[in-house]
């Protein structure tokens, strides 16, 4: 059973850092990527942060040059973080791990549970 435990927010001043971790297991499914979403209050959620199997990366324009995906894999399991610097007010939200997994011919997507991040002085 894959499972996708989120950790590591918190309150954090503008120009703190953060960094959230995503404990993954049950991963017995090939991996297509792995990443970071956030919800924002009154928004959609939206990527942050992603790694593709493979080696590419992707952020969102708001976070390049601020945060930073980094995963480690091993036998189904796997650990995702997002280390977070110069945060800003706008980077407030619920911050979502994501796993993409490819099970019988499709692409099926877990979440974590969430973690709040909440960035104010």
């Known amino acids: 059973q894959v499972q996708l435990v989120d950790s590591g927010g918190g309150l954090v001043q503008p120009g703190g850092s953060l960094r959230l971790t995503c404990a993954a297991a049950g991963l017995t499914f090939s991996i297509n990527s792995m990443g970071w979403y956030r919800q924002r209050p009154g928004k959609q959620r939206e990527l942050v942060a992603a790694?593709?199997?493979?080696?590419?990366?992707?952020?969102a324009d708001s976070v390049k040059g601020r945060f930073t995906i980094e995963r480690d894999t091993a036998k189904n399991t796997a650990y995702l973080y997002l280390q977070m610097n110069s945060l800003k007010p706008e980077d407030t939200a619920v911050y979502y791990c994501?796993?993409?997994?490819?099970?019988?011919?499709?692409?099926?997507?877990?979440w974590g549970q969430g973690t709040q991040v909440t960035v104010s002085s």
């Open positions: 994501n796993a993409n997994l490819w099970i019988a011919g499709g692409l099926v997507d877990y």
């Open positions: 790694m593709i199997t493979g080696g590419s990366t992707d952020y």
